[in-house]
C-alpha cells in the first residue's frame, strides 16, 4: 500500500513524546567505525553529539544517516535546475529529536490501539557497507526487538536513493506488525502541489502510524482543513473506500489517505495495487514512492522485507 499525509503548515520543533522514543543506552565510536567500515564515499563522525554517516556518490549527490536511530536526516542529489547543482528534498525539523526526512516504524498490530514503534529505543549498529566505484554506496543497520532480528540497508545512487527494512520472527509464535518507511518531502510552494499516477486507485482516509519522526500526529494528520474564512471543508470519512477520479491529486486540503485494495478486493485471486511509483507535482518534478504496510503477519520464524525509493526525474 502506499500512504499520503495531508500537505499542512507544519509544526514547529518540539519535544518527542518520551512515550514514543526510549534513550539509547549503547554509544557509538565513530572512530572506531571509520576505522572498520569507512571507505571512499562514506564518512563516518559526529555532529553535534549524534553519530553520523555521510554517504556522497561521484556526481556528488549526498545522504546524511542518524546511526543511533537510523534516520535518514537528508538526501541532496545532483539537479539540474540550480546553479549549485543540489537540492535538499527531504523535510526535517530539528528538535530535542529531529524529525521528519525518511524513517522506519514498526508498530506491534496486536496492541489494541498501535502504541509506539516496537523499534525505539533500539541500539542500532553497523553491520556492513559496500561500495560500486563510488556510483553506488550501501551501509547496512541491524538491531534486536525481543524475537525479531531487523536489518536496515540504506542506499545512494547518482540520481535516486532506496531503503529496505527486512524482519525476521526468531520466536515460536507468529507476530503481528504493522511497518511503514515513512517519507517527508519538501514543496517550493503550498499552492498547487499534488501527486501524478493515482487516478484509478482505490483509498481510504487512514491515520498515518505513530513514530518518533512524525511531523504530525494521526490524530491531527486527520483533520480537514479550512476552506476559507467564512467557513470549513467536511473531512473524509475515516473507513470510507473511494475512487481517485483526478488525474492529479492535489494535496492542499487533503488529509491523510492510505491507497491500496480494499479488504474485498484482496480476498479476490486477482486485485488492482496501487502503482509502484508515482510523481509529485512542484515548481521541480522528481519521483517517489513511500510504502506503508498497515497490517502484517510475520509466522514463526518467517523472514519479510519492505523498500522504499527515492529517484529523481
Not at 487512514?206 to 490524530?219: A, D, K, Q, R, T
Not at 509529485?280 to 497490517?295: L, N, W
Amino acid at each position: 500500500m502506499a500512504s499520503l499525509i495531508s500537505f499542512s503548515l507544519l509544526p514547529k520543533p518540539k519535544a518527542v513524546r518520551s512515550s514514543i522514543s526510549a534513550p539509547q543506552t549503547q554509544t557509538i565510536n565513530t572512530e572506531k567505525l571509520e576505522d572498520k567500515f569507512g571507505r571512499k564515499g562514506i564518512k563516518f563522525s559526529e555532529s553535534n553529539n549524534i553519530p553520523m554517516v555521510e554517504l556522497k556518490v561521484r556526481n556528488g549527490s549526498s545522504l546524511k544517516l542518524s546511526l543511533s536511530d537510523a534516520h535518514v536526516l537528508s538526501y541532496k542529489p545532483k539537479v539540474y535546475w540550480k546553479d549549485e547543482g543540489f537540492e535538499e528534498v527531504l523535510y526535517t525539523v530539528d528538535g530535542d529529536e529531529s524529525r521528519g526526512g525518511v524513517g522506519v516504524v514498526i508498530v506491534n498490530g496486536e496492541e489494541p490501539k498501535g502504541g509506539s514503534s516496537v523499534i525505539s529505543g533500539c541500539d542500532w549498529s553497523v553491520k556492513d557497507t559496500d561500495s560500486d566505484a563510488i556510483d553506488a554506496l550501501q551501509i547496512e543497520l541491524s538491531c534486536t526487538a525481543g524475537v525479531l532480528d531487523i536489518t536496515y540497508i540504506v542506499s545512494l545512487y547518482p540520481v535516486s536513493m532506496a531503503t529496505a527494512l527486512v524482519v525476521k520472527n526468531n520466536g515460536r509464535k507468529p507476530v503481528t506488525l504493522k511497518p511503514g518507511i515513512m517519507s517527508y518531502l519538501r514543496f517550493k510552494k503550498r499552492s498547487g502541489a499534488g501527486i501524478q499516477g493515482l487516478k484509478g486507485c482505490s483509498y481510504c482516509p487512514n491515520p498515518p502510524l505513530s513514530s518518533p519522526f512524525e511531523l504530525l500526529s494521526p490524530s491531527e494528520a486527520m483533520k480537514a482543513e479550512s476552506s476559507g474564512w467564512f467557513g470549513s471543508e467536511e473531512g473524509e470519512k475515516p473507513g470510507i473506500w473511494a475512487v481517485e477520479d483526478s488525474v492529479i491529486t492535489l494535496l492542499e486540503k487533503k488529509m491523510s489517505r492510505i491507497y491500496g485494495a480494499p479488504p474485498a478486493e484482496r480476498l479476490k485471486a486477482v486485485y488492482n495495487t496501487p502503482p509502484s511509483k508515482f510523481e509529485t507535482i512542484d515548481q521541480v518534478p522528481f519521483v517517489y514512492i513511500q510504502y506503508d504496510h498497515s497490517f502484517l503477519h510475520l509466522d514463526a520464524t518467517s523472514i519479510w522485507y519492505i523498500c522504499s525509493k527515492l529517484h529523481l526525474e
